[in-house]
């Protein structure tokens, strides 16, 4: 199967569309013109019939220039003929049945005519030759009851003529303006399909390696511009998720060496020398630690591949929020209390019902509240306000602590992001994956996680999730 190019069906329908037009152009004026030129002689032989009837009617012989008549009695005899080519033309039985009943008959015939051949020096020997030539009769009874029938007739030469001027110039307009349109409109072609030549050039050169290099883009916004744009728009987009997971897995190596490290050299300073039952079982007891945090880690990241795949084993159903956020609140707050000397305040209002999953959303708040404690100070505040708004549950998480960077917050949510670590309290069991996987839950569930915050003042973590009014009806 041949496949074609763009350029070259453009120029296939180019020419196409611009033969039809032309062939359609010159059918239109060969209709027209033919009719109006037959339009023109019908009206002129009626004329002529007119003159001849009154010339007739008084016993006089017609003076008739151009047109050719004769008169026929009812039978189809002739009575009186003059001029050329009606004498010639055979009489129709059609015409005579017309007449008969009152009737006028209109009519086109073609018969031969002899014509001299031209010679240099006209003689009575001189050849001669037979040419087609079409004949415009009207036929008209004369007299009320008929009594004779009138035919005259004129040649279409006129019309002939124009019939073959318009064939010629429709070859002329096929045969060169044709190939020159084709022509023109293959440049044309070529010059808009420039930037596509070089928009594709650009993309064979792109790999992993340079991310970095854009689609040319050309200076009209037209829709190949629009289609460069959008281009350019989704590398950019690819460039961000390459640096994304090339920082991911970096990340995941430095965090997994770490705790993998100190198990191997655990396990090296042990097997050093003899060791009693009790140092031994501090050992173990120290690689358990150490294996913990390796599986927290990969825990977390399945747990992110699942939320980018869609996979997230879920079970949706009414859930009082309100309930839940006080249950976790008690929770952490002894928690807080007794590890950093914090106090957490819980102003949740009642009848919060959201549908979701309370596992997740537990652990959504849980990494909320586990990250606030992590940046406010010690005998700090963290405060958990819940309250309803626009059809939605939004639940506030704040503290007092250090608060973050303008630079930062627009990175807080990207997987293994930490802020500076001097404003933590130098805890190793956080892998900076606490607030992704809050936010995955929190889209999971149809809602958003926001923060604000100023330096020196705090954080202000917002959830935003849709409310079950299913529930409230009940």
């Not at 004779?148 to 070859?171: E, F, H, N, S, W």
């Not at 300073?269 to 039952?277: D, H, W, Y």
Request: charged share 20%; with cysteine.
């Amino acid at each position: 199967m041949i496949t074609l190019s763009i350029r070259q069906r453009l120029i296939l329908w180019y020419t196409l569309v611009l033969m039809i037009m032309l062939v359609g152009f010159a059918a239109a004026i060969f209709v027209g013109g033919t009719f109006q030129l037959q339009r023109a002689t019908d009206q002129g032989l009626q004329f002529t019939v007119r003159q001849l009837t009154e010339s007739l009617l008084r016993g006089e012989e017609p003076l008739v220039v151009d047109t050719s008549y004769r008169l026929l009695r009812l039978d189809g005899q002739v009575v009186h003929a003059s001029g050329l080519p009606v004498r010639r033309i055979p009489i129709e039985p059609a015409a005579l049945a017309a007449a008969r009943q009152g009737n006028t008959w209109h009519e086109t015939v073609t018969t031969l005519m002899i014509v001299p051949e031209p010679l240099p020096m006209p003689g009575p020997a001189a050849p001669r030759r037979l040419l087609p030539l079409q004949v415009r009769v009207l036929t008209v009874p004369l007299g009320q009851p008929p009594l004779y029938i009138l035919q005259v007739g004129r040649a279409t030469a006129d019309v002939q003529r124009l019939q073959g001027l318009l064939v010629t110039i429709l070859l002329i307009a096929l045969g060169v303006g044709l190939p020159v349109a084709a022509l023109g409109g293959w440049w044309l072609a070529g010059r808009a399909l420039d930037p596509v030549r070089a928009m594709t050039a650009t993309a064979q050169r792109i790999e992993a390696s340079n991310l970095n290099e854009r689609l040319p883009q050309p200076s009209r916004n037209d829709e190949l511009g629009q289609l460069a744009a959008t281009i350019n728009q989704l590398l950019d987009r690819l460039q961000a998720a390459f640096q994304r997971e090339r920082r991911f897995t970096a990340d995941v190596s430095h965090d997994l060496r770490t705790p993998l490290a100190l198990a191997k050299s655990t396990i090296g300073v042990a097997l050093n020398r003899p060791r009693t039952a009790e140092e031994l079982r501090a050992t173990l007891i120290d690689l358990d630690g150490q294996l913990d945090r390796v599986t927290a880690l990969l825990e977390a990241i399945l747990f992110l591949t699942r939320a980018d795949s869609s996979q997230l084993t879920q079970t949706h159903e009414p859930l009082d929020l309100s309930e839940s956020l006080t249950d976790l609140a008690e929770t952490i707050a002894a928690h807080a209390s007794e590890t950093h000397r914090q106090t957490l305040t819980c102003d949740v209002a009642a009848d919060l019902w959201v549908q979701g999953d309370r596992d997740q959303l537990t652990r959504l708040f849980l990494n909320l509240l586990d990250n606030a404690m992590q940046y406010a100070p010690e005998d700090g505040v963290i405060r958990l306000i819940g309250r309803a708004e626009d059809g939605h549950v939004l639940v506030d998480v704040e503290d007092n602590g250090a608060g973050i960077a303008p630079e930062d917050l627009p990175h807080v949510f990207d997987r293994f992001y930490r802020v500076d670590k001097a404003r933590t309290k130098g805890s190793q069991s956080h892998y900076g994956l606490g607030l992704s996987i809050a936010q995955a839950v929190a889209r999971a569930h149809g809602g958003e996680i926001t923060v604000t915050s100023q330096v020196g003042q705090g954080a202000r973590f917002t959830v935003r999730l849709p409310r079950c009014t299913t529930q409230l009806r009940d």
